[in-house]
């Protein structure tokens, strides 16, 4: 997975709660993004980051935040979770001076009960 | 764990045949597409990728051919194997633009 991690895994929460996710990458990557994917939507673009402290919203980014204060850390932050944010959370990086190509982490299986 | 939809197109082959995938892109602006295969539980993993001034390109058991003038993507497996049994999704961009859009994917199954 191209030395990038995600934490959790998996996660099981309730309606209201906060939730945050990590991606760390070890590749010392410019670029990081999150995606979600839901069966029928594939995968969506929530927010990307293009430098510390330099993020950008994606195509589906209402209810989420995200955070990046160290290159090597980009945090998803859901503020008050719903049902709809149940999905598969996947981070990817990539360099985008050699190639545009981004490289996907395990992702996170989260559910909103 | 199941990570794509449920009601993918699928590609059943056997062992050892030749597979194909076939992808619509949507942006006749898109010059670099991308490869992707996606086991259950795991993240999307590169497979080959192609920029928009080639018509082929060639990887280990893998080809990727571009038809620009109809939009549209192929991924040719060689040798189809069990191993290769996934779900494979082609993306687009266009140089300078910070996302990637995804195809929904193919399910590709392999019977022994």
């Known amino acids: 997975d191209a030395g990038i991690t995600q934490s959790p895994r998996h996660k099981v929460t309730e309606t209201g709660t906060p939730v945050t996710l990590r991606c760390h990458q070890t590749?010392?990557?410019?670029?990081m993004y999150w995606y979600r994917q839901d069966p029928g939507h594939g995968l969506r673009l929530i927010h990307y980051s293009y430098g510390v402290k330099d993020t950008d919203k994606g195509e589906v980014s209402d209810g989420y935040s995200v955070s990046r204060s160290k290159t090597e850390d980009f945090l998803l932050t859901l503020e008050s979770a719903t049902s709809s944010q149940t999905s598969v959370y996947f981070c990817?990086?990539?360099?985008?001076?050699?190639?545009?190509?981004?490289?996907f982490g395990p992702g996170t299986r989260l559910t909103v009960l | 764990g199941e990570s794509v939809g449920l009601h993918l197109p699928t590609l059943s082959v056997q062992e050892g045949d030749n597979s194909i995938i076939n992808c619509a892109y949507s942006?006749?602006?898109?010059?670099?597409f991308i490869w992707y295969k996606q086991e259950s539980g795991k993240g999307p993993q590169f497979i080959i990728d192609i920029r928009s001034n080639m018509d082929k390109r060639q990887g280990q058991r893998v080809t990727v051919l571009l038809n620009k003038t109809v939009k549209h993507l192929s991924l040719q497996i060689a040798a189809t194997q069990p191993g290769d049994s996934a779900v494979y999704f082609c993306a687009e961009t266009l140089t300078g633009r910070r996302a990637l859009t995804f195809g929904s994917g193919t399910r590709l199954q392999v019977q022994p």
């Open positions: 942006n006749s602006a898109s010059d670099y």
């Open positions: 990817a990086i990539s360099d985008r001076q050699t190639t545009d190509t981004q490289y």
């Open positions: 590749e010392n990557h410019r670029y």
